[in-house]
């Protein structure tokens, strides 16, 4: 009898185990989605050049745009064909910024990003 209650909280241990271990990957797996990556540079850019809420719309919805066209299986094959094909639909990324931003905010831009 104490042997068999002894398996049963072993089983239910190592099944509490597995559910947190797949919850932690999950969490991992949500990092990388295109719409985290636009959140915390705009969060970035928003620290650093003061931007508004359009601003930030604005420039969330280019950074996803971007990512996406990066983690795309076309982009990864052929990048000149998948930016032709996406560059008729949107801006490239630096001209929605420069777009965007006010002339020191660009400037400000430019040269951290001349920095990474």
């Not at 947190?20 to 797996?29: G, N, P, R, V």
């Not at 971007?66 to 490239?92: E, F, R, Y």
């Amino acid at each position: 009898m104490k042997n068999l209650l002894r398996i049963c909280a072993l089983a239910f241990l190592m099944i509490l185990g597995g559910q947190t271990a797949m919850a932690q990957s999950i969490k991992k797996a949500t990092d990388k989605r295109p719409e985290s990556i636009a959140k915390e540079k705009v969060a970035n850019l928003t620290e650093q050049l003061n931007l508004d809420g359009d601003q930030q719309r604005t420039l969330f919805r280019a950074f996803v745009m971007d990512a996406k066209k990066k983690s795309s299986p076309a982009a990864i094959k052929t990048p000149k064909a998948a930016s032709m094909k996406n560059g008729a639909k949107s801006l490239g990324l630096d001209a929605t910024m420069k777009k965007t931003l006010t002339d020191d905010q660009y400037k400000k831009w430019l040269a951290m990003k001349k920095k990474q």
